[in-house]
């Protein structure tokens, strides 16, 4: 599903973010991404987004070469990727359902199809009754899911979420957790890039660890801590 | 709604069925955008509507920008009325010296109907050329007060229509005045033309100031929509990371131009009529005291209906000017 081969990223200020990352991920699968602030999650992120360019390397997303997709084309790959933000992204001027329903109406769904599965995705992060509220009348959890209910509207191949738990107490961030691995048990790929070590080895998943723009370790957890202190 | 067409086809083979299917989907993109055009163009207007005081003084910008031109062309339309009012026949009035005889006149006049350019050729003697600049100057009641009538006899020579050109009258007006009787001849045409030259030149000038306005609007509009932009990064952010293509992206400020322009004007239209309605009087007056039929001639319905029209073309083209500069920037980072 996703597929990164000696990927390098190195900004016009000569900062190298990402250094000849490679690793794969197969469809299905639900993998972490952890590191330290500055390792370099938000940037691998942001080139399965397509929101950046590799310098270096290729990355592949469903088959498809990121580095050969014309700027027409990048509207259309984004629908096929959920994205869940760490600040939610939001829109304050509309009701929680026109959030969710948003990647629909732009896909270009028509009206009836557009509110049969805004509600289903509302239903699935347990908000069907808020559909009216403004989100910004949420607590910080319920926006969260607000956000993942968008992501998964389109019902994405893959979902991409950024520090999705970052705001929330242990409670909440289990539940929307829990979430993914629904998502991820009916075939959706799940990436996640998290720092909460403590949830991520709950869970026993497969983990990428970055250190410096560079992939420090690739495998479950235990694993990992060991090669750390080594 | 196509369940029944496709059904046959599916009988037929496969490959068809598939082709009917994506052809249904396609209807249904096609229904779906048409849709999301009517609700953007109702959104957008409805956005303008509640910020009621900045979209009053965009349209009132875009609609005083149109009204300088606009009554410009009202005023030339109506000068090149009066101007059409004059028939373009090149009329020559040839004026007889008074101690002429009337057998002279009268031999002239026949020597004048002879020649082949010449159409046709009216004796008027001093009393009915008195009478008539009684009636229609309005200096009627001086001229009771003269002691003798003061007017020539006048030949009105009509030339032949297809030999109205300028050389020939002009050679036929140099052959009259030869004639020992004449004292003077004078061709109409002479201030039709120049009255002509001086409403091409009016409208040249008419159509540079609009052109200057048309511009102004453009960027007046272009930067209102500019800062709506700025007001709706963030929306723009999210619709283009959930895979909002930039058609889509763009659509509602497109629509934003578009009523700034018909909004401006229909405003403008509105303006002008009012402003033509208050002058009607008086220039109706004034007329009536130059016993003139003049009477003031405002935006003909083509016209008003061009004039919105074009003013909401401007504003799209404004709105998409901004659009185009700084939709771009906006990238999700």
Do not use: C
């Not at chain 1, 991409?160 to 829990?178: F, H, K, Q, R, W």
């Not at chain 2, 002691?147 to 109205?164: K, Q, R, Y």
């Not at chain 2, 008419?206 to 930067?223: E, I, K, R, S």
């Amino acid at each position: 599903m996703i597929r990164f081969d000696n990927v390098s990223k190195r900004y016009e200020t000569g900062y190298e973010a990402l250094s000849r990352v490679s690793f794969d991920i197969a469809r299905g699968e639900m993998v972490f991404l952890t590191g330290h602030s500055g390792a370099g999650k938000s940037t691998l992120l942001k080139l399965i987004m397509h929101m950046e360019k590799s310098s270096q390397g290729q990355v592949l997303v469903n088959a498809q070469n990121l580095n050969r997709l014309k700027a027409s084309q990048v509207p259309y790959f984004r629908r096929n990727v959920g994205v869940v933000f760490q600040n939610h992204q939001l829109l304050f001027d509309r009701s929680v359902f026109d959030n969710v329903a948003l990647p629909l109406q732009i896909a270009g769904n028509h009206h009836a199809e557009v509110a049969r599965r805004v509600r289903a995705a509302l239903a699935k992060v347990g908000l069907l009754g808020k559909e009216q509220s403004n989100p910004i009348m949420l607590s910080g959890g319920e926006q969260q899911r607000v956000g993942i209910a968008r992501a998964v509207v389109n019902k994405p191949a893959l979902l991409l979420a950024d520090e999705p738990t970052g705001n929330l107490d242990p409670v909440l961030s289990a539940e929307i957790m829990d979430l993914f691995q629904q998502f991820n048990q009916v075939g959706v790929t799940v990436l996640i890039a998290s720092h909460d070590l403590a949830l991520v080895d709950r869970l026993q998943k497969r983990v990428l660890t970055l250190g410096e723009g560079r992939l420090i370790h690739d495998g479950q957890l235990e694993t990992r801590l060991g090669n750390v202190d080594a | 709604m196509s369940t029944p067409k496709a059904a046959p086809r599916t009988r037929r083979s496969s490959k068809k069925d598939g082709a009917s299917q994506s052809k249904t989907l396609r209807r249904d993109r096609f229904q779906a955008w048409f849709v999301h055009h009517q609700i953007t163009a109702v959104e957008s207007l409805l956005r303008l509507l509640s910020t009621p005081l900045q979209s009053i003084m965009t349209w009132l910008v875009v609609a005083i920008a149109l009204v300088l031109p606009a009554t410009l062309y009202v005023g030339l339309d109506n000068a090149q009325q009066m101007g059409a009012g004059v028939e373009n026949t090149g009329k020559m009035s040839v004026f007889i010296n008074r101690k002429a005889r009337d057998s002279a006149i009268q031999g002239l006049s026949k020597r004048l109907l002879s020649k082949p350019e010449v159409a046709r050729v009216r004796l008027i003697s001093p009393s009915e050329a008195l009478a008539e600049f009684q009636l229609r100057s309005g200096f009627g009641s001086i001229i009771e007060h003269l002691d003798s009538n003061p007017l020539p006899t006048v030949l009105l020579v009509e030339p032949m229509l297809e030999n109205a050109d300028t050389g020939t009258l002009a050679q036929l007006q140099k052959n009259i005045l030869k004639e020992a009787i004449v004292e003077d001849v004078s061709i109409d045409l002479q201030w039709v033309e120049r009255l002509n030259y001086i409403l091409v030149l009016a409208q040249r000038l008419v159509m540079a100031l609009a052109l200057l306005l048309v511009l102004g609007v453009l960027l007046v509009v272009g930067n209102t929509i500019r800062l709506a932009i700025e007001g709706r990064r963030d929306e723009i952010l999210v619709v283009k990371l959930v895979g909002g293509t930039n058609a889509f992206v763009r659509r509602p400020f497109l629509y934003a131009g578009l009523w700034y322009g018909l909004g401006g004007g229909v405003l403008a239209a509105l303006i002008l009529s009012a402003g033509l309605a208050w002058l009607a009087g008086p220039i109706g007056h004034l007329a009536d005291l130059y016993q003139s039929e003049f009477r003031l001639r405002g935006l003909d319905w083509n016209s008003s209906v061009s004039l919105i029209l074009g003013a909401g073309l401007v504003g799209l083209s404004g709105a998409w000017l901004a659009v185009g500069r700084h939709l771009g920037q906006i990238e999700p980072k």
